[in-house]
């Protein structure tokens, strides 16, 4: 239930859905007691974490079932909405247990592919990239993934939005003249697009991940990782990792990532600075994934 509209989350139905959370308006506590970690910008404990965002709304997590949201007054509305449904929501999902990674996914051969990497290194341009050629997608920007007793691990759908610089949107033929950038930083506009067609509205097994790194270098290269490697591309790209030591989740967070790691394909693809190449990235990571496919059926025999 939330006293919030959400017309993000209206069209999609989750396996998430079911699972009960509460979002209101009210007052937050001005503070958590014994905080885990505290800064300027967040307040964390095992349960817990708040959240002030100047001139937008302050958010108040609790439990994996609780969201308390105090507006500014005369915030905007889509402002209170996008750290609702961002790093609120990557905290809810670490306390309700999940491992929320930093990136988007599509569904190739009923299976999930997950990009990661820093912001900007192209996590949504390649998504859309991928979108263009007709695969579904699941999630853009928060990708939760459930991790089984046997280690096995699942992507779940988020909402059919994408968010996407204007770069990007203009490379992939994204029309944006009627829509206002929620984000403007070094002259680059941010847009929200809405992407009904081709979104995947169900949990998918998580098969690949695909770090993504920008390079002066031309030439885009593509190196499966293996052991620490491995290890490190999920620790480092858990979206909001910092909140992990806070929420009392360390043991717990590292247990997830290395039960996914010994089970799924990591993989680092290198893409060169300022120069478009997402077909060439996107040919490269199909190839790879034929090729992850039939090492599999060689494996099975």
């Known amino acids: ?50 959240f002030p965002v100047q001139g937008v709304a302050c958010y108040y997590v609790a439990n994996g079932n609780s969201i308390v949201v105090e507006p500014v007054e005369g915030a905007q509305e889509y402002d209170v909405r996008l750290f609702l449904l961002g790093t609120s929501f990557g905290a809810l999902l670490m306390q309700r247990g999940l491992l929320p990674l930093h990136g988007s996914a599509v569904v190739i051969d009923g299976r999930a592919v997950v990009f990661t990497g820093v912001s900007g290194a192209g996590k949504s341009s390649l998504l859309a ?31 059919p939005q994408q968010k996407l610089w204007r770069d990007s949107t203009e490379a992939i033929g994204v029309e944006t003249s009627s829509l206002t950038p929620f984000d403007t930083r070094d002259d680059q506009e941010k847009f929200a ?18 770090e993504v790194q920008v390079t002066r270098r031309r030439g885009i290269t593509l190196r499966s990782l293996a052991g620490m490697d491995k290890l490190a591309v999920l ?27 010994r089970q799924v394909a990591v993989a680092r693809l290198t893409r060169p600075q300022n120069l478009f190449s997402l077909e060439e990235q996107v040919r490269r990571i199909e190839e790879d994934l034929a090729q992850q496919f039939v090492d599999k059926e060689v494996d099975a025999i």
């Open 1 to 50: 239930m939330s006293d919030i509209i959400l017309p993000e989350l209206m069209p999609a139905i989750t396996s998430l859905a079911a699972s009960k959370v509460r979002i209101r308006l009210g007052k937050v506590p001005a503070g958590i007691a014994a905080p885990g970690e505290k800064t300027a910008t967040h307040q964390v404990a095992k349960g817990q974490f708040l």
């Open 193 to 210: 697009v809405q992407a009904m067609q081709g979104f995947w509205p169900s949990p998918v097994p998580l098969a690949s991940v695909y």
């Open 129 to 159: 990239a991928f979108r263009k050629r007709g695969y579904p997608f699941l999630t853009d920007d928060v990708v939760a993934v459930t991790v089984n007793p046997d280690g096995s691990a699942r992507v779940h759908p988020s909402y």
């Open 235 to 261: 620790l480092n790209h858990t979206y909001r990792a910092c909140l992990v030591d806070g929420l009392g989740l360390k043991a717990a967070h590292f247990k997830q990532c290395v039960a996914v790691a």
